[in-house]
């Protein structure tokens, strides 16, 4: 049995841990013994059963661990994971047993899908995606390292990578959603968005722009 260790030790990781935890109740998969993050006060002042057990910065993986992401920042997640799968880390790829998955869907290495809704035939779901009570429609894609948060409705948008989709945000179909962009919380989003823009209303409007 291998040793899981959680990466991230913020909000996200407590939510997989949570998940992680009623999967190993079920069926003894793995060793959960804790969290790495360069923040090692990260847990101060909170009730949680795992503890800190290193830096993100610092770890060296061994032949018997594997890793989760527990992180939703996207370029986080993009920077951390480059630099742990460099170290020879091994992510898990994790989907709750209570999505209702469709034929043919294709899910990337690292990408952490919880919580019951559907992933719809033909849908592709890239690397260190990670997918929270979102719904896809058929043939939607979403690219690497992007993150959408509970009760988004995604249609068959083409989501590109890093980005982020607020929680309750609606993308209506055939739309595409450019690389680094990020759609805010209720947003209804009828047209394109370009890369790096950040939108936000309804219909959702260019509030921002996320160059780097």
């Not at 996200?12 to 949570?18: G, L, N, S």
Request: proline share 3%.
């Amino acid at each position: 049995m291998k040793d899981l260790i959680i990466v991230g030790a913020g909000g996200m990781a407590r939510k997989v841990f949570t998940f992680l935890r009623r999967l190993n109740e079920s069926e003894k998969k793995w060793n959960i013994i804790g969290c790495i993050d360069d923040n090692q006060n990260a847990l101060d002042g909170v009730k949680f059963d795992l503890g800190i057990i290193g830096t993100i910065s610092d770890w060296q993986p061994t032949e018997d661990q594997v890793f989760v992401m527990g992180i939703s920042d996207p370029k986080l997640k993009h920077k951390i994971s480059d630099m742990m799968l460099a170290k020879g880390a091994k992510f898990e790829t994790i989907v709750s047993p209570e999505v209702i998955m469709g034929d043919y869907v294709e899910i990337g290495e690292g990408s952490v899908i919880l919580t019951p809704y559907n992933v719809e035939s033909g849908a592709k779901i890239g690397r260190f995606v990670t997918l929270l009570g979102s719904t896809i429609a058929l043939d939607g894609v979403i690219g690497d390292y992007s993150t959408t948060a509970g009760f988004a409705n995604l249609t068959n948008a083409k989501i590109g990578k890093e980005v982020y989709v607020g929680s309750h945000a609606v993308l209506v179909e055939n739309i595409t959603v450019g690389d680094g962009a990020f759609v805010s919380v209720g947003s209804i989003v009828l047209k394109d968005v370009k890369p790096n823009e950040q939108v936000f209303g309804y219909p959702a409007r260019v509030v921002g722009r996320k160059d780097n």
